[in-house]
């Protein structure tokens, strides 16, 4: 069974950066493109990006351009999204989703990640 | 990328039946077979309820149904029950590694 584990919650201040991760297990890491996805309080959910099995394509919604960096490590099985100059409307729980190659839906889901963004 | 339609909140007594739409572009919902539907309840993470429009994985109760016409896809449970009441999301790709969400409707069971 797959399972992904995320980082725990964050406190940090505007215009820092956050890095959060998710750990696979369950099956071989480099089966899954690694999508994130995001919820801010009260709000729907918002996709992200992606980033590919081998961690050598990554494909970036325009509204986190320049913001966001996703990346992988295969010896530890875990994937990380770091965004930066976070602002108030940063606080989200963050989701890491992946998606087997040729599926169009997302399989399995991380627990997510509450970012707190507070001066 | 703006997000995909759909209504704020639909409500319904139990054994009912309520339709969820969602509507989007030719440069997604209409432009693909790839819409998922996603049942979300607070603090949890989403759940995959429909795929590739009109596939519902093991385990999705058969009262969950998917279609799409032109650039609108809808999502119907059928037979409403007191534990579907959440938020439901729909999903499209849109191309080139892209998906967008619909912002997502509470279903309510009166």
């Known amino acids: 069974q797959v399972q992904l584990v995320q980082s725990g919650a964050e406190v940090k201040k505007p215009g820092a950066s956050v890095k959060v991760s998710c750990k696979t297990s369950?099956?071989?890491?480099?089966?899954?493109?690694m999508h994130w996805v995001r919820q801010t309080p009260g709000q729907g959910l918002e996709w992200m990006g992606v980033?590919?099995?081998?961690?050598?394509?990554?494909t970036y919604e325009q509204n986190f351009q320049g913001r966001i960096t996703m990346t992988r490590d295969t010896s530890t099985s875990t994937d990380y999204m770091e965004l930066s100059t976070l602002r108030s409307e940063d606080t989200a729980v963050y989701y890491c989703?992946?998606?087997?190659?040729?599926?169009?839906?997302?399989?399995?889901w991380g627990q997510g990640s509450l970012v707190t963004v507070s001066s | 990328q703006s997000a995909l339609t759909q209504p704020r909140s639909v409500s319904g007594s139990p054994g009912q039946s309520v339709t969820i739409s969602c509507t989007g572009t030719s440069s997604d919902v209409g432009g693909y077979n790839y819409v998922s539907w996603y049942q979300k309840h607070p603090g949890k993470a989403p759940k995959l309820m429909i795929y590739?429009?009109?596939k519902r994985p093991s385990g999705v109760p058969d009262r969950f149904s998917g279609s799409k016409s032109g650039n609108t896809a809808s999502l119907t449970i059928s037979g409403l029950q007191p534990e579907d009441e959440a938020d439901y999301y729909c999903?499209?790709?849109?191309?080139?590694?892209?998906?967008?969400f619909g912002g997502g409707t509470k279903v309510t069971v009166l």
């Open positions: 999903c499209s790709y849109a191309g080139n590694f892209r998906r967008v």
């Open positions: 989703a992946a998606l087997s190659p040729g599926h169009y839906y997302f399989d399995y």
């Open positions: 369950g099956s071989t890491f480099t089966n899954y493109y």
């Open positions: 590739d429009v009109i």
């Open positions: 980033i590919s099995p081998s961690g050598d394509s990554t």
